[in-house]
């Protein structure tokens, strides 16, 4: 394994802490329109990071136009492991669909337009950033090899859903997790979970829901 930079740690203690509030106040309290704080939340710890990790997060982003279908197809994949996992909840967790619908209450009050808008060009990019080619990238410099930094930083992210108390969500946001840390670390490239990110959020809120 590789030696343990403590200026990784330095660099994931704070934000990650500050991550950790935003979504307690996003999910646990409930207070406000849950896109406008989702968009300002996962913007800040996008600039945030950019800020701290200049050159590494620049240096994942070198556009390829291979990346556009690669990103679609990625989308469609992940839609069809949430599909099925939907359907396989449903069996096993009695209350899932219940929980899954109650997801889906998030986008009550808001324009879809909005919401797509919020999702395409500042919530998925920021989320990838911040997620992935931040927390991710830092892990693997304090003695995480590439693929434990996928399975410790998809833990993270899903830790930070635990405020939500709803089950499913935890569930999805570390099955998204892995999948988008293990692009990452496929690819070398933070392009290919950002528009897969893009195009399975609007397909999963707003154009084909899976059970909501």
């Known amino acids: 394994m ?7 740690i330095a660099r994931l203690a704070l934000p990650l802490a500050v991550a950790f509030i935003l979504w307690g106040v996003m999910f646990g309290l409930g207070a406000g329109n849950f896109w406008l704080l989702m968009s300002l939340s996962a913007g800040t710890l996008a600039l945030w990071a950019v800020v701290q990790d200049q050159a590494q997060v620049l240096g994942l982003l070198t556009w390829r136009w291979r990346w556009l279908p690669l990103g679609a197809g990625l989308a469609a994949a992940l839609y069809g492991v949430f599909w099925l996992g939907n359907e396989l909840a449903g069996v096993l967790l009695p209350s899932a669909h219940a929980q899954v619908g109650a997801i889906y209450q998030i986008r009550s009050g808001t324009d879809p337009r909005v919401i797509g808008l919020a999702l ?7 989320e990838e950033i ?5 927390v991710q990238k830092n892990l ?13 930083g998809a833990g993270i992210y899903a830790a930070v859903h635990i405020w939500s108390g709803n089950l499913m969500l935890v569930g999805a946001a570390l099955t998204a997790g892995l999948f988008w840390g293990s692009v990452l670390a496929t690819s070398g490239n933070l392009w290919p979970g950002i528009l897969s990110h893009a195009v399975w959020d609007v397909a999963v809120f707003l154009l084909w829901p899976i059970g909501g």
């Open 2 to 8: 590789n030696r343990c930079d403590k200026g990784a």
């Open 130 to 134: 911040f997620w992935r080619g931040f």
């Open 120 to 126: 395409v060009f500042l919530i998925a990019p920021a």
């Open 140 to 152: 693997e410099h304090c003695r995480f090899q590439r693929w434990w930094a996928v399975l410790v």
